[in-house]
């Protein structure tokens, strides 16, 4: 592992004057943008992927390989509608889940050149408009899950192990940190148990810098009841993962920013760290798009932010740089949440959260 850059170090203290000014702007999805540009099988494969095995069409990920310059310009069409931190094209970067693609071999690499990208459009986009620009590395959820069994008539099985989510979290997040990503965010968790093993690798990962980044953690609540997929409420989750000090933590994707209301609410009330936002574009219609306009999202968030609920916010699936531009401009007329200072209490969750004073 390489010394941490200038920008890299600084990043936790450069973040923290920021938001104590204002609320800030992430960056909007990687994976529609992508597919409004509609890659071929070609694409995807590049020169460097000619012979592979496997179809590697739908694997966005492989593009920071293949396609630098499309990845590249994703993020800076989001810097220049006003985003202040840029995350890596790097949602499925896991070997767990480039296992489907039989691309397990290149996945240090993928992530290395993601945060690379990112970097590069982060310094244009500083030189561009004067402002700093944070580079954060995505980890997803992967495409399996260590609380739920996926056979019905096999409750006990487990299709991953802690340890291999661990290992395989651990890779991903050292090639981010490496490849000069200045924070790490462990994005739409649907599974704590997922979560608990992305936030044990990341902690590995800093015990070896000798420094911690900022870790920015956000679940995503998959329907009105307000719960996960593996069934705890946003109280019971935020109880799940505060040990871990997060920088911040939110919700993002699965629902629309109407949807998510009660959600943030309650989350914003409940944690001592930052809270982010980044919903969907609305809701998927029938076709699997998304109808929620820059001005209809840029409402509803705006009215998050008046409520003193958000300090980072920005969008999801359906989320275009117009979409961001138009939720930038309205976060100006807002102040940025405070940290709160709750009383001491033991703090304990299963599915639903429990505070004893």
């Known amino acids: 592992m390489p010394a ?26 990687k994976g529609t943008m992508v597919q409004a540009h509609k890659p071929d099988e070609a694409a995807f494969r590049g020169d ?38 840029v995350s ?5 970067s896991t070997r767990i889940s480039q296992a489907d693609y039989r691309m397990e071999p290149f996945v240090a690499d993928m992530n290395r050149a993601a945060a690379e990208i990112c ?12 402002r700093r620009i944070f580079v954060a590395g995505a980890l997803g959820p992967t495409n399996r899950t260590a609380s739920l069994s996926p056979d019905v008539n096999r409750p006990g099985f487990r299709a991953v192990t802690f340890d291999e989510l661990v290992a395989a979290y651990y890779e991903q997040a050292s090639s981010l940190v490496a490849g000069g990503a200045e924070l790490l965010l462990v994005e739409t968790i649907f599974d704590t148990l997922n979560a608990k093993a992305a936030i044990f690798a990341i902690q590995q990962l800093f015990d070896e810098l000798g420094t911690a980044l900022p870790l920015m953690i956000s679940v995503t609540i998959t329907d009105n009841s307000g719960r996960t997929l593996s069934g705890q409420t946003v109280g019971a989750f935020y109880h799940s993962v505060r040990h871990a000090h997060p920088f911040s933590v939110g919700i993002n994707c699965a629902l629309g920013g109407r949807q998510m209301r009660p959600f943030i609410e309650e989350l ?13 574009a609305g809701l ?74």
């Open 4 to 29: 941490l850059s200038t920008h890299q170090i600084s990043a936790a203290a450069e973040l923290r004057i920021l938001l104590a000014r204002r609320i800030i702007i992430l960056e909007g999805p």
């Open 48 to 85: 460097r992927f000619h012979h592979h095995p496997h179809d590697l069409k739908g694997d966005n990920d492989v593009l920071c390989l293949t396609q630098p310059d499309l990845v590249e310009s994703i993020h800076y069409r989001y810097i220049e509608a006003g985003a202040d931190i």
């Open 88 to 92: 890596t094209n790097t949602f499925n």
């Open 119 to 130: 970097v590069r459009a982060a310094r244009r986009g500083e030189a561009q408009f004067g």
């Open 268 to 280: 914003a009330g409940r944690a001592e760290c930052f809270i982010s936002c980044y919903p969907n």
């Open 284 to 357: 998927p219609n029938a076709f699997g798009g998304y109808d929620e306009t820059p001005c209809d999202m840029a409402h509803i968030l705006a009215e998050f932010a008046a409520n003193g609920w958000l300090n980072i916010v920005g969008g999801c699936c359906g989320s275009t740089p117009e979409h961001i531009g138009e939720i930038a401009r309205a976060m100006k007329a807002h102040r940025p949440r405070p940290l709160p200072t709750l009383p001491s209490a033991l703090r304990l969750s299963g599915l639903e959260p429990l505070s004893i004073a």
